[in-house]
T-cell receptor
Framework: DTGVSQDPRHKITKRGQNVTFRCDPISEHNRLYWYRQTLGQGPEFLTYFQNEAQLEKSRLLSDRFSAERPKGSFSTLEIQRTEQGDSAMYLC?????????FGQGTRLTVV | DAKTTQPNSMESNEEEPVHLPCNHSTISGTDYIHWYRQLPSQGPEYVIH???SNVNNRMASLAIAEDRKSSTLILHRATLRDAAVYYC???????????????FGKGTKLSVKP
């Protein structure tokens, strides 16, 4: 297992377009987290899945943000009608017990 | 969310010990103290965690005050590869829901001088 994988690593999109990011967690990790990180700040928690159930989504930044984990394996994070303020690094993490393992992130630039 | 306070930045010399402090005066009895670090252009990585007793692992040691209102991450011999942002995080017991989530602050940026 090579760890948490995120795709794409970089995404440039025009304002108003929709984007979707994918996260493949470590096999058999039942928990999956999404974070957003802007320059100089710590990762900001967005949402959390346990298996396929989304147990925490109140911190999603707006109704333009949504996440799924349909079969309890990989997850997608979608941003609709992107805005320049959405430009950031989007991080995914997975865990089974204590330690969370993070991917390298997807860097989104909205122009 | 239970809050932690860390210095914005610290400097260390290579091969010297580093003590990274964290204050968490509002910690609850069931909160674990977690430390993660983030190297440049990487996602965060787990360093260590503890509840009440001091903890050691291959990366670092965690010293927890008796009243649990503060803790210190100790790197015994800093190397240039330890230059990173170090985050101290309070995390509720695992079991699902928001209590088990990792809520990051701004962390401490550690610089290591050769």
């Amino acid at each position: 297992d090579t760890g948490v994988s995120q795709d794409p690593r970089h995404k440039i999109t025009k304002r108003g377009q929709n984007v979707t990011f994918r996260c493949d967690p470590i096999s058999e990790h039942n928990r999956l987290y999404w974070y957003r990180q802007t320059l100089g700040q710590g990762p900001e928690f967005l949402t959390y899945f346990q298996n396929e159930a989304q147990l925490e989504k109140s911190r999603l930044l707006s109704d333009r943000f949504s996440a799924e984990r349909p079969k309890g394996s990989f997850s997608t994070l979608e941003i609709q009608r992107t805005e320049q303020g959405d430009s950031a690094m989007y991080l995914c993490a997975s865990s089974s017990t204590v330690e969370a393992f993070f991917g390298q992130g997807t860097r989104l630039t909205v122009v | 969310d239970a809050k932690t306070t860390q210095p914005n930045s610290m400097e260390s010399n290579e091969e010297e010990p580093v003590h990274l402090p964290c204050n968490h005066s509002t910690i609850s009895g069931t909160d674990y103290i977690h430390w993660y670090r983030q190297l440049p252009s990487q996602g965060p990585e787990y360093v260590i965690h503890g509840l009440t007793s001091n903890v050691n692992n291959r990366m670092a040691s965690l010293a927890i005050a008796e009243d649990r209102k503060s803790s210190t991450l100790i790197l015994h011999r800093a190397t240039l590869r330890d230059a990173a942002v170090y985050y101290c995080i309070l995390r509720g017991p695992s079991g699902g829901g928001s209590q088990g989530n990792l809520i990051f602050g701004k962390g401490t940026k550690l610089s290591v001088k050769p």
